[in-house]
T-cell receptor
Framework: NAGVMQNPRHLVRRRGQEARLRCSPM?????VYWYRQLPEEGLKFMVY????????ESGMPKERFSAEFPKEGPSILRIQQVVRGDSAAYFC?????????????FGPGTRLTVL | AQTVTQSQPEMSVQEAETVTLSCTYD???????LFWYKQPPSRQMILVIR??????QNATENRFSVNFQKAAKSFSLKISDSQLGDAAMYFC?????????????FGTGTLLAVQP
């Protein structure tokens, strides 16, 4: 059973460009979570999605950031007009259901560097 | 709002010895879950152990065990017979049990070094 897949593993963008980060959950998992880890810090929750639904986006910056989890295909975290402060590791996690008892399994992360 | 505090930015242990990493949390909820995740230099987040708040018995996974003190809101991780591969950043995390969101709230981490 393949784990959570994220690509790309490393992404370099210049200021003002767009960044698209992809996450494929574990087989059988329909709940996806995105977290951001700034340098030397812990992970911070960004958004929680089910297929075709955003359940909780309380951790998402109000501008430039968006996320989706379509019926078919991976979940996408999109950052428009990137700035240097967006440089971070972005982790995706998945769980089989949306219950507190579920364990979230993490992908390897995407390290975004903004030049 | 719930918070998770790890007061030890760095710890060191000799190989084969035992080390305890501290974690405290603040919540007004009675139904919640606690986790320890390990992040080695590869940056992959690996679940080490989990504890359900309604269970009085401390969770154990091989060389890893927790000391869960619900009244004190404390959740420490004990690593016995430390191995070189245990060297990593360790994060304590909290999640509410019955809420609409299942977000994990992480502490700032403890960097564990294992000396040969």
């Amino acid at each position: 059973n393949a784990g959570v897949m994220q690509n790309p593993r490393h992404l370099v963008r210049r200021r003002g460009q767009e960044a698209r980060l992809r996450c494929s959950p574990m087989k059988g998992h329909s709940h996806v979570y995105w977290y951001r880890q700034l340098p030397e810090e812990g992970l911070k929750f960004m958004v929680y999605l089910q297929k075709e639904n955003i359940i909780d986006e309380s951790g998402m910056p109000k501008e430039r950031f968006s996320a989706e989890f379509p019926k078919e295909g991976p979940s996408i975290l999109r950052i428009q007009q990137v700035v240097r402060g967006d440089s971070a590791a972005y982790f995706c996690a998945s769980s089989p259901r949306g219950q507190g008892a579920d364990t979230q399994y993490f992908g390897p992360g995407t390290r975004l560097t903004v030049l | 709002a719930q918070t998770v505090t790890q007061s030890q930015p760095e710890m060191s242990v000799q190989e084969a010895e035992t080390v305890t990493l501290s974690c405290t949390y603040d919540t007004s909820e009675s139904d919640y879950y606690l986790f320890w995740y390990k992040q080695p230099p590869s940056r992959q987040m690996i679940l080490v152990i989990r504890q359900e708040a309604y269970k009085q018995q401390n969770a154990t996974e091989n060389r890893f065990s927790v000391n869960f003190q619900k009244a004190a809101k404390s959740f420490s991780l004990k690593i016995s017979d430390s191995q070189l591969g245990d060297a990593a950043m360790y994060f304590c995390a909290y999640r509410e049990g019955g809420g609409a969101t299942n977000k994990l709230i992480f502490g700032t981490g403890t960097l564990l070094a294992v000396q040969p």
